[in-house]
């Protein structure tokens, strides 16, 4: 059985990661139009920077929760019949053992650099303008996808997708594109699991095919369930 989980911000929620935009529309205390777009960094890269570092800083207080190590577990009994797809921009998939995690939206532990276009793996500060390890230059951003940016390796992600036995959703909306129209991509069956309902997956999975939770073989619902 081939399985596709897509995680949002909820899961990492559980960790005390704060969630893209709180009840306020803000997040972390800023407009995400502020801090999370070209323009933004165009405009005050400073600031954007300083973000992002704290962000990053953050990471270090906090440890994967259950729901990380269920999907672990799922990995040991799936191999690579399983892809993790996470709009996260943590490592705490990768810390919880996770191996077959793809990041559509960047990761806060890397940095690349707009001159000479490689990544480097990155847990330091990135306000001051360090050099590139490659170029030299110091032209280091965040290696996230801001609003108005491709998600990456889009194209894995539809062919994982169309040959998927089983998606599921975690923790995510559902409402924010291109995730969201996930759902209807895959051509197996659908599963969400978040602690409130979502305005997308489960709507559309249940008129497609029914009551989600009944969808799932019984051993994934042991091995998530551990």
């Given at each position: ?40 960094y ?26 990380h ?26 810390r ?34 360090p ?7 110091a ?44 759902v ?33 073989p ?9």
């Amino acid at each position: 059985m081939k399985v596709v989980v897509l995680t949002g911000a909820g899961i990492s929620a559980e960790s005390g990661l704060s969630t893209f935009r709180d009840a306020d529309g803000l997040w972390e205390g800023h407009d995400p139009m502020q801090v999370a777009t070209p323009e933004a960094y165009a405009d005050d890269p400073a600031l954007v920077q300083r973000f992002y570092d704290e962000r990053r800083a953050a990471l270090s207080r906090v440890q994967p929760n259950a729901a990380h190590h269920a999907l672990v577990r799922l990995e040991e009994a799936l191999g690579e019949d399983l892809l993790v797809v996470t709009q996260n921009v943590d490592d705490l998939h990768e810390r919880a053992g996770s191996q077959r995690v793809h990041h559509i939206h960047g990761r806060l532990q890397s940095a690349w650099c707009t001159a000479c276009d490689e990544r480097h793996a990155w847990d330091g500060p990135l306000a001051p303008g360090p050099s590139c390890p490659g170029c030299g230059t110091a032209s280091l951003r965040p290696d996230i996808v801001w609003f108005g940016e491709i998600p990456y390796g889009m194209d894995l992600v539809e062919e994982a997708l169309w040959e998927c036995d089983l998606f599921v959703s975690i923790g995510t909306s559902g409402v924010v594109y291109p995730a969201a129209a996930f759902v209807h991509w895959a051509r197996g069956d659908t599963l969400e699991l978040n602690l409130e309902p979502s305005a997308g997956a489960s709507d559309f999975a249940r008129s497609r095919q029914g009551p989600a939770t009944r969808l799932v073989p019984d051993w994934v619902g042991e091995v998530l369930g551990d």
